[in-house]
C-alpha cells in the first residue's frame, strides 16, 4: 500500500511540474523512484527527454516535435550517453577501402579500439607483404623449379586478397559492415 501511495504522489509530482511549465529543469534529467522492504524491491526509472527549443537539448541534438533527436551522424550507442557517439561515413569507409583496403586500412580506421578488427587488419596487411615477399623470392632465383613454389604461393596470396578486398567493399556497400562498437556505418 505504501509503495502504491508513494508511486502515485511521485508521478503527480512529475506531472505537475511538466505542466506548470518546469520543462527546461525535468528535461535533461533521468529520475528513479526506489522502494525497497523486506520481501520485494520496486525501481521505475523515467526519462523525460521534453524539449521546447535547440538549446533544451543535449549536444549534437535538436528539438523536433517537442522531442530531442540526434542530428545526423550522431547516435545514442556506446556509452548510452545521448547523441554522444559519433558515426563513420559509408562513403567516405568505402573510399577508403577502396584505395587501401588491401592494406587493412579500413579494418583500422573501423576499429573503434576493438582489438579483433586491429588483428583483423594486421592479418590482412600481413598477407599482403607475404604475396609481396613470395613475388621477390620468384624473381630472385634463377632456376624453373625454384620458381614454381614462389610464384605459386604468391599468386595465391594476392587471390585471397583481391577475394577479401571485394568482399569488404560488399559488406560496406549493403551495410553488414559496422564498426568495432557494432554501430552501423552512415
Known amino acids: 500500500m505504501q509503495l502504491q501511495t508513494l508511486l502515485i504522489k511521485n508521478i503527480l509530482l512529475i506531472d505537475i511540474c511538466i505542466h506548470v511549465q518546469a520543462i527546461p529543469i525535468l ?3 533521468d ?3 526506489e522502494h525497497s522492504n523486506n520481501t520485494n524491491k520496486f525501481s521505475l526509472q523515467i526519462n523525460l527527454s521534453i524539449c521546447i527549443s535547440d538549446s ?3 549536444k549534437n541534438s535538436w528539438c523536433h516535435e517537442n522531442k530531442c533527436e540526434c542530428k545526423k551522424g550522431w547516435s545514442t550507442w556506446y556509452d548510452k550517453k545521448h547523441c554522444s557517439y559519433k558515426q563513420r561515413s559509408k562513403s567516405s569507409t568505402f573510399i577508403i577501402s577502396f584505395i ?3 592494406t587493412g586500412i579500413d579494418w583500422f580506421i573501423l576499429s573503434r579500439k576493438n582489438n579483433l578488427y586491429i588483428l583483423t587488419g594486421l592479418l ?3 598477407t599482403l607483404i ?6 621477390r623470392i620468384a624473381i630472385i632465383n634463377k632456376t624453373k623449379t625454384s620458381i614454381i613454389v614462389p610464384s605459386c604461393f604468391s599468386i595465391s596470396l594476392s587471390f585471397i586478397i583481391v577475394i577479401w578486398w571485394f568482399i569488404d567493399w560488399i559488406r560496406i556497400l549493403l551495410n553488414k559492415f559496422p ?3 557494432g554501430a552501423p556505418l552512415i
Open 100 to 102: 587501401f583496403g588491401g
Open 130 to 135: 607475404a604475396s609481396c615477399i613470395w613475388s
Open 179 to 181: 564498426d568495432g562498437n
Open 27 to 29: 528535461q535533461k534529467h
Open 31 to 33: 529520475f528513479i523512484i
Open 56 to 58: 533544451d537539448c543535449y
Open 124 to 126: 590482412k596487411f600481413l
